[in-house]
């Protein structure tokens, strides 16, 4: 019997050793790998070398930490130079002027003072967009919410664009009800007037928006559709990217920085809802934004 005990104690231990060499390596690749990450490297992957379903499990998850990591990176270097090139157009814009006025190329007159001023508004303009955005999407400027009536406040947005829409002579179909949710009026303000804006702009005269405000389940949804230009299909799942414009030439033309929509994503999704588009090419664009009720 003591035989036997003895026996089987040396083949548990043989066991033990061989679980514990096979957890272990794993184990080392996995704690070389996020030391990797750690110092910026994500091009490799950890290998799945193992029976053991637990370590596989972390072996995935840090793979995907890696991935997402490497992401993130892409973009903040995307924006970075995004950024970059936003700012030096204008800049250079200015530059160019005001060198052209002390060589005296350029006389200096009201309507040159006037566009350098114009210039500098925009650049002022793009960096409270950026700085607005970012903290909406940092979490750092905080959603103040109020129960609100949501139709009360298209309707304020409404007002402010009376006159562009009678401008362009667009014919406005508005079908709402009395919606009670808790928002942040000041932010949904923005989203509404942003959408609004770019409906009326891409709008051609005598053309068609409609509104509409109804509840479904357990959300509020606002669609705002226009008869318009339209996005290309390629451009449609880019519409909400920082900076993106599916016509650079034309929206720059018409004071366009490709950040407004990225700003209405922000303010949605902070909210805990959602907002996408559906479009065609010259046949117009739909977007929806959904809202929970129980905010």
């Known amino acids: 019997m003591a035989g036997i005990s003895i026996f089987v104690f ?142 009360k406040l298209i309707q304020q947005v409404l007002n402010n664009f009376q006159s562009n829409l009678e401008e362009k002579r667009i014919t406005l179909d508005y079908q709402t009800e009395k919606i009670i949710v808790a928002i942040d009026p000041n932010k949904i303000n923005q989203v509404i007037t942003n959408l609004l804006s770019n409906a009326i702009k891409f709008t051609q005269t005598k053309g068609k928006i409609i509104i509409k405000l109804k509840r479904v389940a357990d959300n509020v949804v606002l669609t705002i559709e226009d008869n318009g230009s339209g996005i290309a299909e390629k451009d449609v799942p880019h519409v909400f990217d920082h900076f993106y414009m599916a016509d650079p030439a034309r929206n720059r033309q018409q004071g366009g920085q490709g950040i407004g929509l990225a700003i209405v994503k922000a303010i949605v999704v902070a909210h805990g809802g959602s907002v996408s588009v559906d479009s065609e090419l010259g046949v117009g664009t739909i977007f929806t934004v959904k809202l929970p009720l129980n905010n």
């Open 10 to 151: 040396l083949v548990a231990i043989v066991i033990a050793v061989w679980i514990a060499r096979d957890l272990s390596r794993p184990l080392r690749q996995i704690v070389s790998f996020t030391q990797a990450v750690a110092s910026g490297d994500y091009r490799n992957q950890l290998p799945q070398q193992t029976q053991i379903v637990e370590v596989n499990a972390l072996v995935n998850v840090t793979n995907e930490l890696s991935r997402q990591l490497s992401k993130n990176q892409a973009l903040r270097e995307r924006l970075s130079s995004d950024i970059a090139h936003e700012l030096r157009t204008p800049l250079t814009t200015i530059q160019g002027s005001l060198e052209a006025m002390i060589d005296g190329i350029w006389p200096i007159d009201e309507a040159r003072l006037v566009s350098l001023n114009d210039e500098v508004i925009r650049l002022t303009h793009l960096i409270n967009n950026i700085e607005n955005i970012a903290s909406i999407e940092h979490r750092e400027d905080k959603l103040i919410k109020v129960d609100t009536d949501l139709s």
